[in-house]
């Protein structure tokens, strides 16, 4: 089992930064694969990136590449979504995520039903 908490969302302004943390409980970090998730008023849960166990391998949804990025440290038990670039629509409650990653197929890291971790979100407001 793991427990995730996340922190670091707030109220920035269009073209700004922010970096949110998840940090897990546990001894195994390192066995999962993580993913954050973004849901805003009125729409469905939806994927932003993830990464594997290791670091090795990461995704994005298309939306945001090239202006976030996903990283971790295991030695911490903390992964990262570094967010730059934030536009109005980046407002959202974004949610960390983890999955024991030997269950994990490549498709799977962009479904959220496939991870049975969650963390209870951190608000990001993005104003124009």
């Known amino acids: 089992q793991v427990q995730l908490v996340e922190s670091g969302g707030g109220l920035v302004q269009a073209g700004g930064s922010l970096r949110l943390s998840c940090a897990a409980s546990g001894r195994t970090f390192n066995s999962y694969a993580m993913g954050w998730f973004r849901q805003a008023p009125g729409k469905e849960r939806e994927f932003v990136a993830a990464?594997?166990?290791?670091?090795?391998?990461?995704y994005y949804a298309d939306s945001v590449k090239g202006r976030i990025t996903i990283s971790r440290d295991n030695a911490k038990n903390t992964v990262y979504l570094q967010m730059n670039s934030l536009k109005p629509e980046d407002t959202a409650v974004y949610y960390c995520?983890?999955?024991?990653?030997?269950?994990?197929?490549?498709?799977?890291?962009?479904?959220?039903?496939?991870?049975?971790?969650w963390g209870q979100g951190t608000q990001v407001t993005v104003s124009s």
């Open positions: 995520a983890a999955q024991i990653q030997s269950y994990f197929s490549l498709g799977y890291y962009f479904r959220p039903e496939k991870y049975g971790y």
């Open positions: 990464i594997s166990w290791s670091g090795g391998n990461t």
